[in-house]
């Protein structure tokens, strides 16, 4: 079974609104075990839509459109739709009282031109929209089935969820369900994860794995298509745990699980306690390490030690270590890492200090070289890196390595 | 003239990536006056890549691509635009320098599937890959122009900016060109904006007005198509001008200017410098400050002061105020600023204490709960927020307001 997307709307084709529905969408009917082959867009034009539906009838068995259900003239998607398939706009009593709900709920006026919205075409299944006024649709015609959606998200999401997918789901009896896992591994590993993982990216389907290099980390999404949830699951893991058993220790997560997430839980479950002295990276790092619920269980204090005066006479760097060696060092990262160790009283002291340009580089120190130093009880780290990229970039790219290299350490 | 873009990816037609190429181009295209009435998508398939560009040809002028164009086997892009105007694959010398020189400059050795990239269909325009190794495509054929671009944002964007848009200006010889301007508003002011500028909402086109609700703050679109740059400009000046009349004080910048940025611009303008005393936000607004190239001008330093033994032993908060009053109070935040400013040696010092939740909430003061605090040298500000939203959200929200005190009281 197939499914096409139409996205309706000016303002998509105008480049004022990023298509995330389609995506959305797109997701969905895979996990379902749906085929979609072909998504597109056209603008608040009745003659157009009328020429991208008669296509997507041709292909697929479930067209889905989004957008143009709204009350204003723009909104031509219900016209349109009862047009094409020759039915007449009635007024929908669900509709009406949904219409009513609504405003009486939020205290306002029902404005006539929003009423426009209880006109559907005969004969066709009026969705609720519990979120926004514009109702969904649902026309049988000749075996397929078109659907009708809001636009914004906030209304489409739930609406195709709860009342569309199930009944999509029980139509298609899909032979097959598709899954996928994302295993997220460390940055700067991206040839021997390629390496490692070379035969796994030459599987062929039902179960492929591919490679995405993101900015700072590598991704490798494992996906399979099978008869049921359970074998695809099987098939899955069986992957899954070949890429753990090559790549263990630059793995930091996997689906939607951050770097800072996973340091977090190492902390929190370790029961250490962290400070970060940042200069180039300006409190990303702090930031990112507070992004976690309850990170004050680890997080003590964060420094943004800017100004060479402040890394001396706020956190104690000494002043001949700064003139021998420069703010952007080895030893200043060093004494940054323990002078807020010290401060914060913590386990652990983090120390970044660099270049995150565009401005400011020299040739012996160009734009992108950052020192980063981890010092815990027993053991130090100091590393040089030299990114590339704009400022920031450079900003995150600094926090990630230092993340990892907490990650690595503790 | 006409434009159509088709992207190519399976991965977009799971739903695994948004689709944002589309909508950049999109708005390029808008910008130079070249209508868009369709883009669509489709997978890592020859014969439904084939089907797409049929149609594409049979209705648009100029026909864009994305996608498809790197070394692995499911890019079949190029091979498949080869076949479909019967154009052999020769080796492009361009190319392969372009390869060379990517690598050499990395340091790490070509690997064959990359060289791969270097063969491209006879008698084709290349385009230069500043960013990655998938060069351009220019095909011209029957009057009509074929443009393919790589996949990623990073490389898509500077390639058409640079090297084809301006192709296509003066292929369009357009007989109009569309312009729109944002103006962005700080937050907090929805309903003021939507009484001041009620009117221009209603304008019909050539020239609309449009408003949207983003996080923390406002944005008016103003749009026009003109029939040259000249006139177009005008007519935004003209409401840009009405705007302004009526929500001066509110108004931050305008299309790709930032809050910080504005702040910045002053803090510089003025020769003022800022030190910061951050809680809840973790590090945020240092973050956020030093996004900009040149902070150093004016940031000095930021304390993430997330304990209250931090707030007290490192920053200097009496110890009295914050068993009085809590450390989520008007008064500790006043203290943070004052004593950031003082640690700092900075004209302005800024404090902000709250709770981000999810947890931490209590009754009296629940999630959402910010005191920010503003000392200058003749002036002091302390606020109460009550935001709603995500962790996320509450610590954006809080450095949004408070980069707006700043803007709004120096």
């Known amino acids: 079974m197939t499914a096409e997307i139409i996205s309706i709307g000016t303002e998509l084709l105008l480049g004022h609104i990023i298509n995330t529905n389609t995506a959305f969408l797109s997701q969905k009917l895979a996990e379902a075990g749906i085929d979609v082959y072909h998504t597109s867009v056209v603008g608040d034009n009745p003659k157009r839509l009328v020429e991208s539906l008669k296509q997507a009838l041709a292909r697929a068995d479930?067209?889905?459109t989004t957008g143009g259900l709204g009350p204003t003239v723009d909104d031509i998607t219900i016209e349109t739709i009862a047009k094409f398939f020759g039915r007449k706009l009635v007024r929908n009593k669900m509709v009406v009282k949904c219409l009513r709900d609504y405003f009486k709920l939020r205290g306002?006026?029902?404005l006539s031109a929003t009423m426009r919205?209880?006109?559907?075409?005969?004969g066709v299944k009026c969705i609720r929209n519990n979120v926004g006024t514009a109702p969904g649709l649902l026309i049988d015609h000749n075996k397929k089935l078109v659907v009708c959606l809001p636009g914004p998200p906030r209304e489409l999401n739930p609406m195709f969820e709860n009342a569309i997918?199930?009944?999509l789901r029980k139509m298609s009896k899909a032979a097959w369900v598709i899954k996928s896992r994302t295993i997220k591994i460390s940055g700067g590993a991206e040839s021997q994860v390629n390496k490692a993982v070379k035969k796994l990216l030459e599987l062929k389907p039902p179960t492929t794995v591919g490679i995405y290099a993101k900015l700072g980390h590598v991704e490798l999404r494992i996906m399979?298509?099978?008869?049921?949830?359970?074998?695809?699951?099987?098939?899955i893991d069986r992957i899954e745990k070949k890429v753990r058993a090559k790549l263990g220790?630059?793995?930091f997560g996997a689906d939607d699980e951050t770097l800072e997430g996973a340091v977090a839980g190492l902390l929190a479950g370790k029961k250490m306690t962290i400070a970060a002295a940042e200069s180039c990276t300006g409190g990303l790092l702090s930031d990112r390490l507070t992004n976690i619920s309850g990170s004050s269980r680890y997080f003590v204090m964060g420094l943004v030690a800017y100004s060479n005066s402040v890394k001396e006479n706020v956190l104690g760097v000494s002043k001949y270590t700064l003139r021998d060696h420069g703010a952007v060092s080895e030893e200043v990262a060093l004494e940054m890492a323990k002078r807020i160790r010290s401060l914060g009283g913590t386990d652990i002291g983090i120390g970044i200090t660099g270049i995150a340009g565009p401005k400011g580089g020299t040739k012996k120190k160009p734009v992108g070289l950052v020192y980063i130093a981890l010092v815990l009880p027993?053991?130090?780290?100091?590393k040089e890196f030299r990114f590339k990229g704009s400022r920031d970039e450079i900003k995150f790219l600094s926090t990630q390595v230092a993340l990892d290299l907490i990650r690595k350490n503790i």
């Open 62 to 64: 479930i067209i889905i």
């Open 108 to 110: 306002t006026k029902i």
């Open 117 to 122: 919205q209880a006109y559907t075409p005969e």
């Open 165 to 167: 997918l199930p009944r």
């Open 224 to 235: 399979t298509k099978a008869k049921n949830e359970k074998l695809a699951q099987a098939a």
């Open 249 to 251: 220790g630059y793995i």
């Open 378 to 382: 027993r053991k130090k780290v100091v």
